[in-house]
Nanobody
Framework: QVQLVESGGGLVQPGGSLGLSCAAS????????MGWYRQAPGKQRELVAT???????TYANWVKGRFTISRDNAKNTVYLQMNSLKPEDTAVYYC??????WGQGTQVTVSS
């Protein structure tokens, strides 16, 4: 039973923008905290950002204002808008729902 479905990954040039979406089942989405993690080749999965049901957000220090997480509670969807992308942002991005639900991941590649 698929409960978190990401979309929006792809190839983008350095300095470009990309938006990710994660559609969740209502039971998961209503649980509260949602977030995005990423995993680059050969590296551990790391936090990108989280958002509470009330819209309180947290970001990894390295995001530095480039990414924005948001959610639409009516659509059971969480978003990640990524701007000023760098090659080091290349990774598989995973949607997360507290406490332990994960999406299948979507590839983001930043390359010229």
């Amino acid at each position: 039973q698929v409960q978190l479905v990401e979309s929006g990954g792809g190839l983008v040039q350095p300095g470009g923008s990309l938006g990710l979406s994660c559609a969740a089942s209502a039971s998961i989405f209503s649980g509260g905290i949602m977030g995005w993690y990423r995993q680059a080749p050969g590296k551990q999965r790391e936090l990108v950002a989280t958002i509470s049901r009330g819209g309180i957000t947290t970001y990894a220090n390295w995001v530095k204002g480039r990414f924005t997480i948001s959610r639409d509670n009516a659509k059971n969807t969480v978003y990640l808008q990524m701007n000023s992308l760098k090659p080091e942002d290349t990774a598989v991005y995973y949607c997360y729902a507290f406490p332990s639900d994960w999406g299948q991941g979507t590839q983001v590649t930043v390359s010229s």
